[in-house]
């Protein structure tokens, strides 16, 4: 009895680490050669990345190369580390006088809520609480005009408090948002909500999924840029 094999050779790949330093931050490089035309540099982690180029290039084309593309490495790797690191909590003033986001725009604290008596823990669980109301109220308010945009209708929204996601949405669609997003500009929420209404019809970030958000917010890369660069500022 004859059998038939498929057998896939895979393609033998040299793999080099290297070092370079760009403006005296050193920038792990992770090489890979192979059978290519283009050098491609893509971000890991912070000061970290990962370059495919064709066997042969040399190391010194590499390193210009990167100190080519420095300046974003630098910016990205920041912002990056930001998100890792999370939310920085804030100092609260003596009377209330700190500043608070809400809806993108500077507060004081004695403009959101009652300061008057209050401990700094009395405080920050007061001015969370804020945060909850208005954030489901005006999500409440801007959810269903996307609804309609997109034909989409979600099972449940809620508001809860997370360290690392903005928004989700389940497989059942059931949607959550961050309390925090009442910090943000309302395009921004705006934003958050066409993001997970599209994860209804398209749970991976492929292309369809971001023609779909991009067809009702061309410009939402925008607003991703500033949650990358605002998100630790947006916090009690």
């Not at 896939?8 to 290519?36: A, D, F, S, W």
């Not at 804030?90 to 004695?110: I, N, P, R, S």
């Not at 994860?199 to 971001?210: A, C, E």
Request: charged share 30%; hydrophobic share 35%; net charge negative.
């Amino acid at each position: 009895m004859n059998q038939n094999f498929d057998i896939e050779i895979l393609e033998e790949v040299e793999q080099v680490m290297l070092t370079i330093e760009i403006n005296n931050h050193p920038i792990t490089c992770h090489i890979e050669y192979g059978k290519r035309k283009k050098v491609s540099i893509t971000m890991d982690l912070p000061y970290m990345v990962t370059i495919k180029a064709p066997n042969g290039t040399s190391e010194e084309m590499i390193q210009q190369l990167v100190e080519q593309h420095g300046e974003v490495i630098l910016t990205k790797s920041a912002l990056m580390q930001q998100a890792l690191d999370g939310p920085q909590a804030k100092e609260y003033e003596e009377a209330g006088k700190g500043k608070f986001l809400l809806f993108g725009k500077e507060h004081a604290l004695h403009e959101l809520i009652d300061v008057e008596g209050c401990s700094e823990e009395d405080l920050r669980a007061n001015l969370k609480k804020f945060y909850f109301a208005e954030c489901k109220r005006m999500i409440g308010e801007r959810i269903g005009r996307y609804q309609q945009a997109l034909k989409v209708k979600p099972k449940s929204v809620d508001i809860v408090e997370s360290a690392t996601k903005w928004g989700s949405c389940s497989w059942d669609k059931k949607l959550t948002f961050n309390y925090r997003l009442a910090m943000a500009p309302l395009e921004v929420i705006d934003y958050v909500i066409i993001h997970e209404l599209c994860h209804i019809h398209h749970m991976n970030h492929d292309r369809s999924f971001w023609r779909r958000v991009g067809s009702i917010m061309p410009d939402y890369k925008a607003k991703e840029d500033y949650l990358m660069r605002n998100g630790r500022a947006m916090t009690l």
